[in-house]
């Protein structure tokens, strides 16, 4: 009885610790098709390939025009964009 209680605490920190990495990256995802494509469409965006440094410089430019990314999101942000990378 004890080992199963043991072995089901294991098996939801195990499905959170593989799950959460997708949800955030969605959210991530949904974030940046809705704020940068509000200026320019979501293909100037998609069609870039540059590196996370590259993407850093883009993303503070891009936030001093008015991109409403907040500073927490901005790490997430810049990796995402990096994933987009041909
Ligand atoms: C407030 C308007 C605005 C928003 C919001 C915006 N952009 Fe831009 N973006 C521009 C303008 C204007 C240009 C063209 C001038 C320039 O490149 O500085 C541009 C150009 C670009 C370019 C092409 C130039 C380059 O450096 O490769 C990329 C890529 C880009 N934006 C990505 C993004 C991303 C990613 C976001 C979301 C984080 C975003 N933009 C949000 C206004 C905006």
């Known amino acids: ?3 199963s209680f043991v072995i089901l605490v294991i098996g ?13 990256q969605s959210e991530v995802k949904a974030l940046v098709e809705k704020e940068c ?15 996370a440094a590259a993407w850093e410089k883009t993303v503070n430019r891009m936030i001093k025009k008015g991109a409403a990314i907040k500073p927490e999101e901005k790490d997430d942000v810049i990796k995402y964009l990096s994933t987009l990378k041909k």
């Open 12 to 24: 939801a920190f195990l499905f959170l610790f593989m799950a959460s990495p997708v949800v955030a």
């Open 1 to 3: 009885m004890k080992n």
């Open 37 to 51: 494509s509000r200026c320019h469409g979501i293909a100037r965006v998609n069609k870039a390939s540059k590196d």
